[in-house]
Nanobody, 123 residues
Framework: VQLQASGGGSVQAGGSLRLSCAAS????????MGWFRQAPGKEREFVAA????????DYADSVKGRFTISRDNAKNTVYLQTNSLKSEDTALYYC?????????????????WGQGTQVTVSS
């Protein structure tokens, strides 16, 4: 499956961005989806995940209550709504897909990765 992330940009602290990740090539609803991020000089970290159907989600503690992951299986797209952004949210954000036999979100073991979209938050 091919993944194309978009929607990043530069915002002031407290602002919002909606990231999108469009998938192609395989049956999108067979994949659990996730968002990860990597800041300069830091390791890539888990941000949020959503199950195949979209009924179950999981969030890193650092973004819980501020970010919302969702998906539209008819449009082969997963979203990450980011609100109340902080300077520490500045990073390159990646979407990822995992072929999943059950309807659970995952924090690891993703098979496919997008190219990343940059989010920069200024204070």
């Amino acid at each position: 499956v091919q993944l194309q992330a978009s929607g990043g940009g530069s915002v002031q602290a407290g602002g919002s961005l909606r990231l999108s990740c469009a998938a192609s090539g395989r049956t999108f609803s067979n994949y659990a989806m996730g968002w990860f991020r990597q800041a300069p000089g830091k390791e890539r970290e888990f941000v949020a995940a959503i199950s195949r159907s979209g009924s179950k989600t999981d969030y890193a503690d650092s973004v819980k209550g501020r970010f919302t992951i969702s998906r539209d299986n008819a449009k082969n797209t997963v979203y990450l709504q980011t609100n109340s952004l902080k300077s520490e949210d500045t990073a390159l954000y990646y979407c990822a897909a995992q072929s999943s036999w059950n309807d659970q979100p995952y924090r690891s073991r993703y098979d496919y990765w997008g190219q990343g979209t940059q989010v920069t938050v200024s204070s």
